[in-house]
């Protein structure tokens, strides 16, 4: 069931069945095609791999509407069997926008000689979801689950040599002119992975705030963390508290006369962390650690204006500073 758009821009079709031979494999309700749209809408790949055989890699690419599109993937290979999955990108109306990724495979190594277990389920779940709440606070989580450790470096190689381990996480930020505000979440999903989880950890940024009309000038780091980490595949954890508090006070200005040009910023500061346990788990004494600092800062720039009038390449130029 087919029909054009009022506007000329797309095709619309309602209940696509989608079919591999005789055998249905894909029912869609409702169907939309850009005619603006010159990508393919589907894209076959073959080739051969050592670790793969003979392989096709097949997308095709769906449009329900600006808001949800994505991507089905059937694939073959040689040595390992058939696999599938699907990219979901959507967009949602002053709630920000993500993308779901899966992909599954009942893998049987065929190199394998018979009567040694081959066979095993392999899959991945990649989840993304950012939401600019305003323009000073976002909030942004990610998912990740895979069967195995390996599952990823055997299939998505360029995924995994950009990011080998990506983290399951929520964060939220509120960031003003002279401070921010951070709370985050991080969690173990894959029982294979060595975590250090923050549940949470909750931060307060205060950066370059005048302490009146004194020149002076105050920045100071807090953060509070329930830490947890996580080893592969053991059940044994150690857990800490940790609160930590950095201040620094400075005061920029310039050296007189002379050598005014030059800028000099001297400061103080200090580091306390308190851990509820010590590095071996024990709790009958607190452990804090503390540092105490000073310096300074110095530093110029040197330039010179040409004059320089003349239109070069179609850019007008008055005057160059180097």
Not at 201 to 223: A, P
Not at 231 to 248: C, G, K, L, P
Not at 271 to 287: A, L, P, V, W
């Given at each position: 069931?087919?029909?054009?758009?009022?506007?000329?821009?797309?095709?619309?079709?309602n209940n696509?069945?989608?079919?591999?031979?005789?055998?249905?494999?894909?029912?869609?309700p409702?169907?939309?095609q850009?005619?603006?749209?010159?990508?393919?809408?589907?894209?076959?790949?073959?080739?051969?791999?050592?670790?793969?055989?003979?392989?096709?890699?097949?997308?095709?690419?769906?449009?329900?509407?600006?808001?949800a599109?994505?991507?089905?993937?059937?694939?073959?290979?040689?040595?390992?069997?058939?696999?599938?999955?699907?990219?979901?990108n959507?967009k949602?109306?002053?709630?920000?926008?993500?993308?779901?990724?899966?992909?599954?495979?009942?893998?049987r190594?065929?190199?394998?000689?018979?009567?040694?277990?081959?066979?095993?389920?392999?899959?991945?779940?990649?989840y993304?979801?950012?939401?600019?709440i305003?323009?000073n606070?976002?909030?942004?989580?990610?998912y990740?689950?895979?069967g195995?450790r390996?599952?990823?470096?055997?299939y998505?190689?360029?995924?995994?040599?950009?990011?080998?381990?990506?983290?399951?996480?929520i964060?939220?930020?509120h960031?003003?002119?002279?401070?921010?505000?951070?709370?985050y979440?991080?969690?173990?999903v894959?029982r294979?992975?060595?975590?250090?989880?923050k549940?949470?950890?909750?931060?307060?940024?205060?950066s370059?705030?005048?302490?009146?009309?004194?020149?002076?000038?105050?920045?100071?780091?807090f953060?509070?963390?329930n830490?947890h980490?996580?080893?592969?595949?053991?059940a044994?954890?150690?857990d800490a508290?940790?609160?930590?508090?950095?201040?620094?006070?400075?005061?920029p200005?310039?050296?007189?006369?002379?050598?005014?040009?030059?800028?000099?910023?001297?400061?103080i500061?200090?580091?306390?962390t308190?851990?509820?346990k010590?590095?071996?788990?024990?709790?009958?004494?607190?452990?804090f650690?503390?540092i105490?600092?000073?310096?300074?800062?110095?530093?110029?720039?040197?330039?010179?204006?040409?004059?320089?009038?003349?239109?070069?390449?179609?850019?007008?130029?008055?005057?160059?500073?180097?």
């Amino acid at each position: 069931d087919v029909c054009s758009s009022d506007l000329g821009d797309k095709l619309v079709a309602n209940n696509v069945v989608f079919f591999v031979g005789p055998v249905p494999l894909l029912y869609i309700p409702r169907y939309s095609q850009p005619l603006n749209d010159d990508r393919p809408r589907v894209t076959i790949i073959p080739g051969k791999k050592k670790q793969w055989g003979v392989f096709v890699l097949s997308a095709w690419r769906y449009y329900f509407n600006e808001n949800a599109r994505g991507v089905i993937r059937l694939d073959w290979r040689e040595f390992t069997g058939v696999a599938g999955g699907f990219d979901y990108n959507y967009k949602i109306d002053d709630y920000g926008q993500g993308e779901l990724k899966f992909y599954y495979m009942q893998e049987r190594d065929r190199r394998k000689k018979e009567g040694v277990h081959a066979e095993r389920q392999r899959y991945s779940i990649d989840y993304k979801h950012e939401w600019q709440i305003d323009k000073n606070s976002r909030l942004f989580g990610e998912y990740h689950r895979y069967g195995e450790r390996d599952f990823r470096y055997d299939y998505f190689y360029e995924a995994y040599e950009k990011e080998a381990q990506p983290e399951t996480q929520i964060s939220f930020t509120h960031v003003k002119s002279n401070y921010s505000i951070e709370g985050y979440l991080r969690k173990r999903v894959n029982r294979f992975e060595n975590v250090v989880e923050k549940l949470p950890e909750v931060s307060l940024d205060i950066s370059s705030l005048e302490i009146g009309n004194s020149n002076l000038y105050y920045d100071s780091e807090f953060s509070a963390a329930n830490l947890h980490i996580k080893r592969d595949h053991s059940a044994e954890d150690t857990d800490a508290v940790r609160f930590d508090n950095y201040n620094q006070l400075s005061y920029p200005t310039r050296f007189p006369g002379y050598f005014k040009w030059i800028s000099f910023t001297p400061y103080i500061g200090e580091r306390q962390t308190f851990y509820n346990k010590d590095k071996e788990g024990s709790t009958h004494e607190n452990f804090f650690r503390g540092i105490y600092y000073g310096g300074f800062d110095m530093s110029t720039r040197f330039y010179r204006a040409f004059d320089v009038e003349k239109d070069l390449w179609n850019i007008e130029i008055n005057k160059l500073r180097h």
